[in-house]
């Protein structure tokens, strides 16, 4: 074994020297072991190099610490340490901080990648694992070790971003359902513009968009729904709509009516509803959630875009921008991991399908986009 392995073992067998020294009644208090294992393993420090590309294809890198570090699993009978919860990509194992803990006061040591060259562990001291490495316990008698493989898995690809992949024309999802309402309402000479449908129930304006019409049989019966505020507030110029399961409450859809009331205006109108389906639940009805100046973070004005719900976000996105709403419509953000595939898009159309995916398509030169979300 080499010289620092042979230094180990003189330092070991000096303290058991020292140590039969004492009179008796220190020896009484002292116990060594000839056993021990790795017991616990944990990452406390692990830093994110974040790339982003702004959308005039400006690059920058920020740098995020980790705040919920994953959980390992510790195999005695293989010797293997790992995590199942991969990290996200862009961390750095290269230069971590990791908590070691070890069986009856187990001296640990950690090998270098490069040769058989040992090094005395620190919790202050940065380590790379950038690749497997193996790390030992020590029994503190001197009597044998424990060697450990230790294997940090992070994901091979960025997650909290969309990864587009430019598609076929003829492959971007036909919302068949949408198309009947679309023709069941285009029939009704007593109604304006489709909104969109729910669970249970379907909308669409009247003739001069003055209120919002309610169908709960299919599209027999309209009647006006009810509002919280002056109808005045319903967009005109340009609207979207979404509507999707509400996770609080069984048989209940959460619903988005945002739009543009006039040219000129610098936000969307936003409103919601809570539809309730359940036997005995309260009538329903719209809630307009007004500009407030103190609001960062409205919905700006946005005409020929699409409200969509994606990964338990509400997304807002026209041919400029990806804007999420985490809340409900009550704030709208940028995100750098949501970014649009391409600079050059004019009049998008966007929906999801049933795996998960997001799908944009550019109604100027049909040009379509997948896009699948890499989550953490």
Same mark, same amino acid.
């Given at each position: 074994m080499n010289k620092y392995i042979s230094a180990l073992c003189a330092l070991i067998i000096g303290t058991l020297s020292l140590t039969s020294c004492l009179n008796s009644s220190d020896d009484s208090d002292i116990t060594y072991y000839n056993d021990t294992a790795i017991t616990s393993f944990s990452l406390t420090t692990v830093n994110r190099y974040i790339h982003t590309t702004s959308k005039s294809g400006n690059d920058s890198v920020y740098k995020k610490t980790l705040s919920s570090p994953v959980k390992f699993h510790i195999d005695q009978y293989k010797r293997v340490i790992y995590n199942t919860d991969s990290l996200y990509a862009d961390c750095d194992?290269?230069?971590?901080?990791?908590?070691?803990?070890a069986k009856n006061n187990g001296y640990v040591v950690i090998k270098s990648l490069t040769s058989d060259t040992l090094f005395n562990y620190y919790s202050?001291?940065?380590l790379d694992f950038s690749q497997p490495r193996e790390i030992r316990a020590y029994a503190n008698d001197g009597t044998g070790y424990r060697a450990y493989q230790v294997e940090i898995n992070k994901h091979q690809a960025v997650t909290d971003k969309i990864l587009w992949e430019k598609m076929s024309v003829g492959s971007y999802p036909t919302d068949n359902e949408k198309k009947r309402w679309e023709e069941i309402v285009a029939a009704n000479d007593q109604l304006g513009p489709f909104i969109g449908a729910g669970t249970m129930e379907a909308y669409a304006f009247n003739k001069d968009m003055t209120a919002i019409m309610v169908s709960k049989d299919g599209g027999v019966e309209w009647t006006a729904d009810s509002l919280d505020s002056d109808a005045s507030f319903l967009p005109k110029e340009s609207f979207a709509f979404v509507s999707y399961p509400f996770t609080t409450n069984e048989q209940t859809d959460y619903q988005i009516l945002a739009g543009v009331l006039q040219e000129g205006e610098i936000s969307c109108n936003v409103w919601r509803k809570v539809a309730e389906y359940a036997e005995g639940s309260e009538t329903s009805k719209w809630v307009y959630m007004p500009f407030e100046v103190y609001n960062r973070y409205y919905l700006p004005a946005m005409?020929?875009?699409? @409200? /969509?719900?994606?990964?338990g976000n509400v997304l807002a996105i026209d041919s400029?921008?990806?804007?999420i709403s985490r809340d409900g419509g009550v704030t709208w953000k940028t995100s750098e991991g949501m970014q649009l595939p391409s600079d050059n898009l004019f009049g998008v159309e966007a929906c999801t399908d049933d795996k998960g995916a997001l799908w944009l398509k550019d109604k100027n030169t049909?040009?379509?986009?997948?896009?699948? @979300? /890499?989550?953490e």
């Open positions: 194992l290269s230069h971590v901080l990791v908590s070691i803990g202050t001291d940065s005409i020929d875009f699409s @409200l /969509v719900y994606f990964h400029n921008w990806i804007r049909d040009e379509v986009w997948r896009g699948i @979300l /890499v989550e």
